[in-house]
């Protein structure tokens, strides 16, 4: 991440993430010999590679004023979010030998691949103001526009908006002889979310 301050009380944030995650799993089996001459098996082999990648990509600009009484914050940001998955898998049985482990080694009669893969993405972008009068009363509007390659062409696009107002009663003249009531905010909001 990175930070860069424009001018006085505006700011401009970067952050870049990636999570990358690699599973190389194997599996080999030999035929089992009991003592009376049975045997289980037969011997198999089972290689599996999965492949998991997430990028998260997000720029923020910061405004923070206060102007006497007026207190002003407001925020602009988007993100990106990319996922990609793979997998392979491939099995075998039947190998001339338990001391063998490889694929090929394996009979072709019976043998399975199996491969998947998926990508997904999300675009968002999103801001915030927020107001105060004398740190008393509190307004603040937010908005939020996602955008998603889940969902079928023509609707991969949601609009969640949200307001809230407070008042701390507690900053008000008629408060300052309660001594046990220290900080005191009644608040009340509504939104709309979503997600994929």
């Known amino acids: 991440n990175g930070e860069l301050k424009i001018l006085k009380g505006l700011t401009l944030k970067g ?18 010999e009991y003592s009376d001459g049975s045997s289980q098996g037969p011997n198999y082999v089972s290689d599996e590679l999965t492949r998991r990648l997430g990028i998260t990509l997000q720029a923020l600009l910061n405004y923070e004023a206060k102007i006497g009484n007026h207190g002003v914050k407001a925020m602009l940001g988007s993100s990106r979010e ?13 190998l001339p030998s338990d001391l063998l482990d490889q694929i090929n080694a394996g ?36 908005m939020r526009i996602d955008q998603s390659s889940k969902f079928a062409s023509g609707h ?11 008042w701390r009663v507690s900053e008000e003249g008629f408060m300052e002889n309660i001594s046990m009531i220290n900080n005191l905010k009644i608040r009340g909001s509504w939104g709309q979310l979503g997600n994929d």
């Open 15 to 32: 952050t870049a993430g990636a999570n990358y995650e690699l599973n190389d799993y194997k599996s080999h089996a030999d035929v089992v």
């Open 82 to 94: 990319i996922y990609t998955y793979n997998q392979d898998r491939q099995y075998r049985e039947d």
């Open 107 to 142: 009979s072709i009669d019976g043998q399975t691949t199996y491969g998947t893969g998926n990508e997904s993405k999300r675009q968002s972008f999103f801001g915030r103001v927020n107001y105060d009068f004398k740190g008393k009363y509190l307004l603040e509007g937010n």
């Open 156 to 166: 991969r696009t949601g609009y969640f908006p949200s307001v809230s107002a407070g």
